[in-house]
């Protein structure tokens, strides 16, 4: 059994918003791997168990908002008596990345992310692979000056943004798979190079039309802070 987690904020008002790119890309896989399945209300989450190959997943999108995504991921791997090191990856929003950007880390700090920095109360370690992907400002990363930065990874995607964004999230999907059938040392080789191995789009991609503003519908919720 492997875990795929994706971090993000549940509702529609926070629909494909940047803190949002770990749903994206667990929802990828979702419609490949487990298009007939479903969901599942379990660990605080919502779930699917599909096999990816060989290989038995559990695909989680936890629903207690991104600050406190820590304990319904513990609570699925200690349901499953997983390794964390060996049978977990988080995929994560990543602000310090530039919008496309994908890369696979096999543990390492939070980087004051707020969804991490549960996973490391929650599980007692940072010691797992995370796929974060990019959802900072090009070409180097981070926010417009005049952004505060909670506010900014709230922000939805604009156009230009979102032609960039989309090869982004089938290159993490593809990585995700290989974790699951090759290993994380295959992952990361893949995730880790550059734009040349990227996926081409897929032909049922649809652009999102939203532009790069604050989601205006709902209260501002506990646990959706900044990155």
Known sequence: MKLLVGLGNPGREYDKTRHNAGF???DRLVARFAPGVTAKARFQAVSYEAPVGSEKVLFLKPTTYMNRSGPAVAE????????PRADLMVVVDDFYLPVGSVRI???GGT?????LESLRGSLGTDDYPRLRVGVGERPSGGKPAHFDQAD???SRFSDDEWSELEP???KAAKAAELFVGSGLDAAM???NASGAQRPSKPPNATPNPSPATKPQSGPRTPGTGSN
């Open 24 to 26: 994206m890309v667990v």
């Open 76 to 83: 699925a791997l200690g349901f499953y008596k997983l390794d």
């Open 105 to 107: 880390r096999p543990g």
């Open 111 to 115: 980087g004051g992310h707020n969804g």
């Open 152 to 154: 900014y990874v709230l």
């Open 168 to 170: 982004a999230l089938d």
């Open 189 to 191: 080789n893949f995730a």
